[in-house]
């Protein structure tokens, strides 16, 4: 009998890793003493970063969800480290983006070396006027706790969010109209319903197994040795470090960058065939870090081996099930791609399938999910890929390549946009999108066209993306238009703005290029949907319609 | 008279490197050589002025370490 049998018969869950913070410890509930199984409008499956944020997504919209995890809080180990400005300005429409802000650590310069030398360091020059930095380091534990503290506030403030530890689900079935679930709870087994089901369990997800689904991509061939450490007496600067073929010979290359608590995290590439016990040792950790790092104190707080695959389903809408972040698609961490597109998922998907719910819109919009995520998967899969081979290339001659590429970068500007040890992490456009309306805005900068994520901009009380909010919105700058219209029963309001104030030299960069007024269509998930010169009442109803998928 | 340009110049560094590397997919050691041997002479038709080909060549010469 395998070992998830034997736990069922025996109404046990085992913890799979150790946990760095008990915030969901297993309650009873009322569902388990039900006569028939009860029927909840949203389940999730997995109670990491997106499933959380899913939950918080929904409930903060009045929509009830539960979420299930088999683990009583979140696991151990740093994992993901960079969070990305869309990902905050995301968690921030959720509420709990400046507790992140204040945790996290912020870094704007670069070194990349090659064997002994330094071939170039690079500053982000993050563009002025974003609430949010490009980057914070941030270990994911912490990022996880405070989406889980915002969904207790929010739970306190009648939020209708339940986050249930301990309930392992063993098997779905999946109807037209609902899917079942059979759970494992250390008080013995008992089954749900659900109408809408998103999984969010992450790159090995056992929903998309149960469910028998594809996860197709491309495998790396090569072992990455994670050390989160603590420095005793701490005088590196703040800045990210990265060796191509490093002269201490403690990996293929490796990774130095800084998280909060004092704490840096050193990622060794360490080849394919490896013994990961044997890697893993403290002792042979830190005779790798002790030949880079020389004769310094540091106290080991956390090690890991990973390996990575880039690939992603083939659709993450099947029917009543959705799948989200990891589960649905994986990227290399080179680039940081991972929560943060994940974090756009959330950001996708919970608007369209609250109006979907409300029945506002069809079920139909959801496949809008599918083929913008996907459009978004394809780009980050791709972008982590090139990262990927640039750093561990894969023949004699990408190596070859490579090598050149950071000999001419020592001496030569023009070589050094080839250099790639990660690009910064920035949310897709939806070019293309099906939901994009009008693009009539004539001079409008490009990177506020239709299907792009809005740009923050400072106004003079705060910052644009704080008024956009959660919900469709018509932005007017030096425009008329009524304060508010409904549409098929969507309240759109009304921002206007104007660019005669102290700040607004920005918000006309990015908004109005070399037009003199605009209205712009924006969606809850802060992408435009649509813009023109001036409001035209029509106009904007066609294409609001269009963004909820009804014409 | 035209200079040889060192700064950044590619529209696209990141589509240019894979289109690159992908060129050589399934290549053997020599036929990549003899790949980029035809490349440079391509490029260098391109270019045209022989003033800047060797300016080329000397940029590419290694420096001593």
Known sequence: ???????????????????????????????????????HPVVVMGGGPIGVATALDLGLQGIPVVVLDDHEGIGMGSRAICFAKRCLEIADRYGCGQPMLDKGVIWNLGKVFHDDRKVFEFNLLPEEGHKFPAFINLQQPYFERFLV??????????????LRGKNRVDDVTVHDDHVTLEITTPEGPYTIEADWLIGCDGASSPLRGMMGLDFEGRVFEDS?????????????????????????????????????????????????DIDRKTELQEENVRARLDAMLGEVDYEIVWTSIYTFQCRRMKKFRHGRVLFAGDAAHQVSPFGARGANSGMQDVDNLGWKLGLVIDGKAPASLLDTYDTERVFGADENILNSTRATDFIT????????????????????????????????????????????????????????RPGSPCPDAPLDDGYLLDQLGGSFVLLTIDAEAPDGLEESGIALRRVALSTSGAASGVLAERYLGEAATGVYLIRPDQHVAARWATFDDTATRTDLRHAIGLE | MAELTLTPNLDRPDDFYAELIAAHDGLSEDESAAFNARLILILANQIGNTQVISAALRAATKPDR
């Open chain 1, 1 to 39: 009998m395998n070992r998830l049998l034997w736990e069922k018969e025996n109404n046990m869950i085992h913890d799979r890793y150790q946990l760095a913070f008990k915030l969901y410890p297993y309650e009873r509930s009322t569902d388990q003493d039900a006569d028939a199984p009860v029927r």
């Open chain 1, 149 to 162: 503290e915002r969904v207790r506030e929010a739970q306190a403030s009648g939020a209708p969010i339940e």
């Open chain 1, 224 to 272: 990455f040795l994670i050390a989160d450490i603590k420095m005793v007496n701490d005088t590196f600067p703040t800045e990210r470090w990265f060796w191509f073929e490093p002269y201490f010979k403690s990996g293929a290359s490796t990774l130095l960058h800084k998280q909060p608590d004092g704490v840096w995290r050193v990622d060794f590439q360490i080849g394919w």
């Open chain 1, 393 to 448: 290339p894969k023949s004699k001659i990408s190596h070859i390549f490579r090598n050149a590429v950071l000999d001419l970068a020592e001496q030569y500007d023009f070589a050094r946009p080839l250099v790639n040890s990660g690009r910064l992490s920035v949310p897709c456009v939806y070019d293309g999108g099906p939901l994009n309306g009008a693009d009539a805005l004539p001079g409008g900068p490009s990177r506020t």
